[in-house]
């Protein structure tokens, strides 16, 4: 298993729900994506190329690059933010 930490790249209007956020919840997410930076691996999407971490109630949702060693970071949002956007109503 390669130990190499991933990079993260956020993707345009990933923080649409995020910037208005409480600043705790803001801060739990800040440090979720610290820990998104190490190999570990995360939830699929329900057979979808996306893998989704969790932060209590809300989602983040990603394409892992094996390859570059990338996350892109697609969508911040709370679960029902999170299945408007995976079914496409957002």
């Known amino acids: 298993m390669d130990l190499t930490p ?11 729900h995020f910037k208005d956020f409480d600043k ?3 801060q739990r997410i800040l440090t979720k994506f610290e820990h998104m930076k190490q190999p570990l691996q ?3 999407l329900h057979g979808s190329r996306y893998h989704v971490e969790e932060v209590g109630n809300y989602r983040i949702a990603f394409i892992q690059d094996d390859i570059s060693r990338i996350k892109h ?8 933010q999170y299945e408007r956007w995976y079914s496409g109503k957002e």
């Open 24 to 26: 705790s919840v803001q």
């Open 73 to 80: 970071i697609h969508f911040v949002g709370d679960h029902p």
């Open 42 to 44: 995360a939830r699929g």
């Open 6 to 16: 991933y990079c993260l790249d956020f993707k345009p209007g990933w923080d649409r």
